[in-house]
């Protein structure tokens, strides 16, 4: 197999294909006669996060893309193009409408779809993946408001179809490294646990490494990417917009919806300069965009309380110039880790008293065995490697059609922060109860992320 797909990218190379958009290259496939025999994938949104998981996919050869879909065809081109350089079979094409993606969904050959489109399209998609039958691999945030939080579990419960959420930062692999001290009780009893999305989005893309389209002055149809539609999420909403690549690393330490949960939240914003004196700064005052008056406080924060009295802080910076950090923090009766300075302090293990210690030697003796296990098959993944295992856990579930580690309460319960804490800004901060996803089951679910052998 390796060396026929090798063979077929010597030849196309030869044959002067990997054309650019622009030519509307003519593609030409390889058939693969064992694909009825591989899991079949549907992708639907293949932009830049599309593409990434594509990349994934084909790299493995325990799965199949029978169909993508994409209104943009220049999506679905580049794909194509990626598809026909790893040598694979040609996937149908869909994105005729916004809705072409149900087409996709009738289709027999496929078990499982990954869907990377904007954030307003996630839930309806997962619904509609769940109601054909199929397992839903869903991008981050899975839902924008509790209205759709709801749907992804009742759909879950109504259909027995599992649902993903793709979060990747669960497997970053020092926050694997603090999930297995977490669990090896190194810390103790947890207590105050921290985390966020604190990220200058303010530039939104590049094309290419050419600026495009205004990196980040213009947005909407004008923009680029994220651009096109994340931007505009910062004119009419203010709360946490992106809570779940700090959330749910801090949900599996916590073992929330499974013998904990999120009881209550409290949110507040700070006042809006960044995305304005940016668009000045680049575009000068009389750009239009200079008029747009943002809802979106610059920094949100977020603070919420468990059932077992642990508080957790998140916070929301996307749009102040800074560089990037998880800000993790993860603190107990024994002691201390904080990411952003790469320091941790246990009591009576530190060999200095009130002084921090560097992490590595942790992280090298408590490196998670899926990381150990796998480590070589990860090279070269997206952020760091933790893509791979995302994606990995979600095709190994498939194949044995067993449930996801992280499934649709776990979807639901991230993902409600952004609409909890809008409501709690709306009404001054005030605190807002979180609903319980599970309806009672929290108490006797049992933890399950990265406790299998395999993925
Ligand atoms: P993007 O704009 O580059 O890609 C989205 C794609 O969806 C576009 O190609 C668009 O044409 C397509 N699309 C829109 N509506 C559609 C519809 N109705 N049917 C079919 N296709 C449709 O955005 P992106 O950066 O790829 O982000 C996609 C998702 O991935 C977002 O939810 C984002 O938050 C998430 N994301 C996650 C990570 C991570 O690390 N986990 C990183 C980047 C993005």
Redesign the pocket.
Known sequence: MKDNRRDFIKKTAAAGLGLGLASMPQFSFAADKKDDKLVGIGL?????????HLDLLLRRDDCTVKAI????P???NLALDMVQKAGKTKPEI??K?????LNLLKREDIQAVI?????E??TK?AVATMKHGKYAGI???AANTLEECWDLVNTYEETGMPCMI????CYRRDVMAVLNMVRQNMFGELIHLECGYQHDLREV?FNNGKQAYGGGVEFGEKG???????TNHSVYRNGDL?P??GIGPIATYLNIDRGNRFVSLVSMASKSRGLHNYIVDKGGENHPNAKVRWKLGDVVTTQIKTALGETIMVTHDTNLPRPYSLGFRVQGEKGIWMDLNKSIYLEGTSPQAHRWEDTSSYFEKYDHPLWKKYEQRAIGA??GGM?FF?IHAFIEAVKRKAPTPLDAYDAASWSAISPLSEISIEKGSSAVEFPDFTRGQWINRKPTFALNDEY
């Open positions: 639907i949104g293949v932009g830049l996060r599309g593409r990434n879909c994409d209104i943009d220049a999506a679905t869909y994105g409408d916004d809705f072409d993606y869907i990377a489109t904007p954030w399209w996630h998609m991008e981050v945030s793709l979060e990747n930062v893309k680029f990417s994220e651009a096109k539609w994340r992106y779940t690549h997206g952020h893509d995302v």
